[in-house]
């Protein structure tokens, strides 16, 4: 967390395997080089995800709120998800989380505990958890 490089697909790959860095690639090795780093990472996925969410869909919701205006704090962020202020303000104090940071400053664990207290404040009511039905 912190980083220019740590957005959605950070957070969800975490959230689902181990993931190991196995070497760095310089750009020589592509055509036309790019100005961009690059590396190998080998991911490997257990039978029980290192960081357990409430639903997959539903924290797949959360993060891509969260990161999806990335210079916006994340109670400004998060009115994407549509849910009642008072409960969206209600699940951040409940996961322990200043409305006031950016996604980029939460770690794979407390997104899966911000899912679950907005989970329990409604988010994702009727539909199943670990399903994509009702996602963007």
Known sequence: PGGKDYGILSVLIQQTALVERVMDLAEKHFQPPPKVKSAVLKLL??????VPVVGEAIFARVVKAAFGQRRKTLHNALRALGMNEGALAAGLEAAGID???RAERLSVAAFARLTAELAARGLGAGQELGT????E
């Open 132 to 135: 994509e039905s009702g996602t």
């Open 99 to 101: 409305p006031g940071l």
């Open 45 to 50: 996925f257990p039978l029980l995800p290192p």
